[in-house]
T-cell receptor, first 112, second 113 residues
Framework: QKEVEQNSGPLSVPEGAIASLNCTYS??????FFWYRQYSGKSPELIMF????GDKEDGRFTAQLNKASQYVSLLIRDSQPSDSATYLC????????????FGRGTSLIVHP | GAGVSQSPSNKVTEKGKDVELRCDPI?????LYWYRQSLGQGLEFLIY????????KSGLPSDRFSAERTGGSVSTLTIQRTQQEDSAVYLC???????????FGPGTRLTVT
């Protein structure tokens, strides 16, 4: 059974700090990795995806993938109170039905 | 361009009644997904459409739940004889063919009284 694990948090960081969100997955055949941001009362919003080992940067966000260790992380630099949300990790495998497996999310609180 | 739209945004119904939830995906997206999310819980996969066919219905929680998609576009999720445990936010997402990059609609909040 494919599993995606995230610490539920909350992860609390001060404004301006780096927030580090982690996700581990069980299926070694996983090939696609996604981070969604979900504000309270809103639907998930795709913010990052990564397919290859290493880092991928987009503005203040960096996704890191290590397939050997089966983890993917999201770093948010210069965290702002507006980054306070739940971050969902999603993982997909090739050759499947294109239904990603979602983690339960990590709640991030950025305090001024 | 326009994103995924869902209607209604809120629905309050009495236990035992049937409800229909609608999803209009992003134009050109052939894959469509339904999820539900209960308060404070993760996303629960319900059903996936590729075009008009549903290759995976494994997430439907009971035979009271059904879904259809017509014209490769709009989808309707129907819940018959609603129960209080059906209360949740029902989310629809769409993606291009053979892609995991899903784009979610705003959801329908269903409350069964």
């Amino acid at each position: 059974q494919k599993e995606v694990e995230q610490n539920s948090g909350p992860l609390s960081v001060p404004e301006g700090a780096i927030a580090s969100l982690n996700c581990t997955y069980s299926d070694r055949g996983s090939q696609s990795f996604f981070w969604y941001r979900q504000y309270s009362g809103k639907s998930p919003e795709l913010i990052m995806f990564i397919y290859s080992n290493g880092d991928k940067e987009d503005g203040r966000f960096t996704a890191q993938l290590n397939k050997a260790s089966q983890y993917v992380s999201l770093l948010i630099r210069d965290s702002q109170p507006s980054d306070s949300a739940t971050y969902l990790c999603a993982v997909g495998t090739s050759g499947g039905s294109y239904i990603p497996t979602f983690g339960r999310g990590t709640s991030l609180i950025v305090h001024p | 361009g326009a994103g995924v739209s869902q209607s209604p945004s809120n629905k309050v119904t009495e236990k035992g009644k049937d409800v229909e939830l609608r999803c209009d995906p992003i134009s050109g997206h052939t894959a469509l997904y339904w999820y539900r999310q209960s308060l404070g819980q993760g996303l629960e996969f319900l059903i996936y459409f590729q075009g008009n066919s549903a290759p995976d219905k494994s997430g439907l929680p009971s035979d009271r739940f059904s879904a259809e998609r017509t014209g490769g576009s709009v989808s309707t999720l129907t819940i018959q004889r609603t129960q209080q445990e059906d209360s949740a936010v029902y989310l629809c997402a769409s993606s291009l063919v053979e892609s995991y990059e899903q784009y979610f609609g705003p959801g329908t909040r269903l409350t069964v009284t």
